[in-house]
């Protein structure tokens, strides 16, 4: 073999290692948004660029926790309803007098509570996790409505409303990009600089041989799904004051939004798979896609059609892509195998 044929060989192992789903999925969602403010009319503007923060913070959001549940194998179908629940009992608690500053982290907590209930389940009891929170999902919901029912409560003070929708200073940055921006370097650093994160992969690899390596694989899911439920909380708090509106049916059906996103970002449906930087990109796609659709009068079922497809197509293609990254990569190494010596 020659020098050349085996230079080329490593070129084509160390490109191939680029050719990640993930990394598509980043370049993808950049091409976009540059397409996106070429050609979609008011898309490239100051104010939709804030409202579009806007929009795909909650996602984004319900997005980081949802990330570490499904690396380790699990799913949590019931945020959306964690959020409708949690905006119930903010309405309620604002109905009898609480100040604000009190029903806030309440809400947080009744999240922690919630996500509690669906760790127990799958942790301590051995349920699936699909069958669980799609139980919970349901459940969450119909206590919303119990506790609040078809009524809305609007009369939250303004102050607060304000800033959750507002800027910073005269910029069109939202207030909430800060908080946004902490937590998904906090969530980043969990999973993919600390040593609790190496044990999420491995939870999600093979649960077996993360026991035997000393790793509590059930208390870990445990408190990421307590994890997930104060996060909804805290997005439920978010919903509320952005609309000015505590309603039973806030964010409902969003769970099917933020599992896409996550997906889409290359995180695998088994588990043992998936960067914080893809998911993050899967959400700017998703939302700016839905974004550009809106502004084009798209109608919200083609948005829901829309979102199912790319949900099939985020499951799918990173399977496929895998397959051909690993034929490639057996060739490169047959070429690369040097020649006998004479």
């Known amino acids: 073999m020659s020098v050349e044929a085996g230079r080329q060989g490593r070129d084509g192992l ?17 091409v ?11 898309f490239g503007t100051s104010q939709n660029a804030t409202f579009l923060v806007l929009e795909l913070a909650p996602i984004l959001l319900l997005a980081l926790p949802m990330t570490l549940i499904i690396v380790t194998g699990e799913i949590d179908l019931s945020v959306a309803s964690t959020v409708g629940l949690t905006s119930s009992a903010m309405g309620v608690m604002w109905n009898s007098g609480v100040p604000l500053e009190t029903i806030m982290p309440l809400c947080v907590v009744i999240g922690a509570v919630l996500g509690a209930v669906n760790g127990f389940f799958v942790t301590a009891l051995g349920l699936p996790s699909l069958a669980v929170t799609i139980g919970t999902l349901a459940l969450y919901r119909g206590l919303a409505f119990v506790l609040l029912g078809d009524t809305a409560v609007a009369d939250f003070p303004r102050s607060h409303s304000s800033w959750t929708i507002g800027t910073i200073g005269e910029t069109p940055i939202p207030n909430v990009l800060v ?50 439920g104060a996060v909804a909380g805290l997005v439920g708090v978010f919903w509320t004051l952005r609309f000015s509106s505590a309603r039973a049916d806030n964010a409902h059906g ?6 896409a996103a996550v997906l889409l970002g290359g995180v695998s449906i088994f588990g043992g798979k998936g960067t914080l930087p893809g998911v993050l990109a899967g959400v700017v796609l998703l939302s700016s896609l ?11 079922e083609a948005l829901t059609v829309v979102t199912g497809s790319l949900l099939i197509i985020s499951v799918l293609a990173p399977n496929i892509l895998g397959r051909v990254r690993g034929v490639l990569r057996r060739r490169l190494r047959r070429t690369h195998v040097p020649a006998p010596n004479p």
């Open 14 to 30: 160390h490109l191939s290692r680029f050719a990640t789903w993930d990394v598509a999925i980043i370049v993808v969602t950049v």
């Open 32 to 42: 976009f948004l540059i397409f996106a403010v070429t050609s979609v009319q008011h």
């Open 179 to 228: 908080p946004m921006i902490v937590l998904a370097g906090l969530f980043a650093a969990v999973l993919h600089a600390m040593p609790v994160g190496r044990a999420i992969f491995a939870s999600g690899s093979n649960r077996v041989a993360a026991a035997f390596a000393g790793i509590p694989v059930a208390k870990l899911k445990f408190w990421l799904y307590v994890t997930s």
């Open 254 to 259: 969003l769970e099917l939004t933020v599992v």
């Open 290 to 300: 839905q974004n550009a659709l809106r502004l084009a009068n798209v109608s919200s």
